[in-house]
C-alpha cells in the first residue's frame, strides 16, 4: 500500500465521521428505557474514542490508537451484544452497569454475536469472529500490548523507531472504522432516527471497504 492510498483510507474515515457528528447532534431527552439510554451513552463514549483514535493515526502515531482501538472494541462489543442479545430477553441491565453483576467476557460476546450474525444472517454474520482466538485474535493481540507483551512490544526490544507497515495502519483505520459506522447505524436505528440512518446507509454504500466486504 502506497502513502496516497493510505491517506485517502484516513481521509474516508474522517469525512464519514464528521457525517456522523452532523447527523447525530440532535438534542434526546432522557428516555424511560434503560436500553435506550445505555445505547446513548455507549454511541457517546465511543464517538470520544474514534475521535481520539483518528487524531493518533492523524499524528503518525498509531501505537496510542492501539491502546484507544482496544477499549473501543470492548465497549463497542458490550453496546451491540446488549441490544441484540440481552435486550430481547429484557435482562434488567441496571446491576450490569453498577458492576453488581460481570458481565460476560469479551470472548463469550464476540462468539454469541457471531452465532446470532450466523443464524439470523442479519449483516453481523461474521463481524465479531475477527475478534476471538478462532479468527484473526485482533482483540487479544491489543491487549497483549496494552499489559506491555505480544508482537508489537518485541518490535519495540528492536529498535527506538519503531513504526507500522501503511497496510498495517489501513488496517488498523478499517476495523474501528468498521466499528464505529456500523454502532452509528445501530445508534440512529435504536433511537428511531430514521432520517439520519437513511443518510448514512446511503453514504456507506459508496465507499468500497463495504462493497470489498459484501463481495467476500
Known sequence: MSAEELQATYDEAVKNFLLIEELSNGKQEPSDDDYINLNRAYFRVCTHFYDSFLMMIGSFKPFPAIVILRSFQEVYTKAIYLEFIERPKKTDVKPLISGEKNFPSF????????????????????SFIQFTKQGLAQYEKFSLFTHGRGEFLQAFMKSDKVALHPSDVSDLINTARGMYETFSLCYFGVQKLGSEFQKLNNELHKSALYKNQNAG
Open 107 to 126: 470472548f463469550h460476546m464476540a462468539t454469541a454475536l457471531d452465532k446470532f450474525g450466523k443464524e439470523g444472517k442479519n449483516g453481523l454474520e461474521g
